[in-house]
């Protein structure tokens, strides 16, 4: 008799999802609600987190109103055990924790202070934690986006928006470099890279590693690891052609040509009128509007993220 020894488990493991992009008003908070509400209903236990330190709505697309209690209770020690932050939704194996609506320039933890609230989060009883994070690329939400297993950039195809999503790229790559190096020579010149008309001629993160590589061999063979481990996930939001469809694929061969690492392109979602409508009436748009064009797109996008798990996980075991 042969016992299967493979960890039946491993697909159980607590997944960190990071929603973001490059500004605002791009629907980040009703895709992670939505996809939240997807999962839910496949039987996965969900915790939705609202990482827009100042700009939580989050409760707004699940229908729900003000919570009492935030994600900032918690940050500020008002609160000491985070599962007293969690708000229960009226959809069975989906919870929220709200952020923190009045904590602007306050919420802004450290690096530690954020590897804490991290760890708090994956005690926590979930298959999923989805983080929706706030717009814009400061280093608050480029970690947060870095520490997740799936970091996710919402796109409109619109031109400021497109131009957004590259720059949030570009910031969370360098930040990615920034944080296994030590040498403080070479992290001014991650820094200097980052402005596209800098003095030594580093156009690229190919010429940035050249340059290392010069200083520290090694180092610039662990930044080459790195590019080839960054691997942000992409859905283009309130598509009305097919042109903006390919937008996608555009960019997708555009990081692979510019900044040597795959973007990869989960999908799309359509214009649709049912998304207004959804949150005029305060209900999600998985529940209220379960079979529109919008919604099934949200379906197709979580299982091609589910049908990656299962992939790695064949791979691995």
């Not at 480029?142 to 996710?152: A, E, K, P, R, V």
């Not at 400021?160 to 992290?187: C, H, L, P």
Request: net charge neutral.
């Amino acid at each position: 008799m042969i016992i299967d020894t493979t960890p039946q488990d491993a697909l159980q493991k607590k997944e960190i999802w990071a929603i973001g992009g490059g500004k605002g008003g791009i629907g980040k908070s009703l895709i992670t609600g939505n996809i939240g509400i997807h999962l839910a209903h496949l039987k996965k236990k969900v915790l939705l987190v609202d990482a827009d330190l100042g700009g939580a709505n989050l409760h707004t697309t699940l229908g729900i109103g003000v919570p009492d209690v935030t994600l900032s209770d918690f940050l500020n020690r008002r609160i000491e055990n985070i599962q007293d932050v969690i708000i229960k939704t009226a959809i069975p194996n989906l919870s929220l924790i709200s952020g923190a609506q009045d904590f602007l320039d306050s919420a802004n933890p450290n690096f530690a202070h954020k590897t804490q609230l991290l760890r708090h989060l994956e005690t926590l009883e979930a298959d999923y934690i989805l983080m929706d994070l706030g717009a814009g690329t400061s280093l608050n939400i480029l970690d947060f986006f870095l520490f997740s297993d799936y970091g996710i950039l919402v796109v409109l195809p619109e031109p400021t928006a497109i131009e957004n999503a590259y720059r949030f790229i570009k910031s969370a790559f360098y930040r990615r470099f920034k944080r296994v190096v030590t040498n403080q020579g070479i992290k001014d010149m991650i820094d200097a890279a980052m402005d596209q008309k800098n003095s030594m001629g580093i156009r690229t993160p190919y010429d940035l590693i050249e340059r290392v590589k010069q200083m520290e061999k090694e180092v610039g063979e662990i930044l080459e690891l790195e590019m080839m481990q960054f691997k942000p996930k992409l859905i283009v939001n309130q598509v009305r052609t097919k042109n903006d469809i390919q937008i996608g694929f555009a960019m997708k061969s555009a990081c692979q040509k510019y900044f040597g690492f795959d973007l990869e392109y989960l999908g799309y979602v359509e214009y649709d009128d049912c998304v207004w409508q959804s949150i005029r009436s305060k209900r999600p748009l998985a529940v209220e509007y379960p079979y529109s064009r919008s919604s099934r797109c949200i379906e197709r996008i979580v299982n091609n993220l589910l049908r990656k798990e299962q992939l790695l996980f064949n791979m691995l075991y």
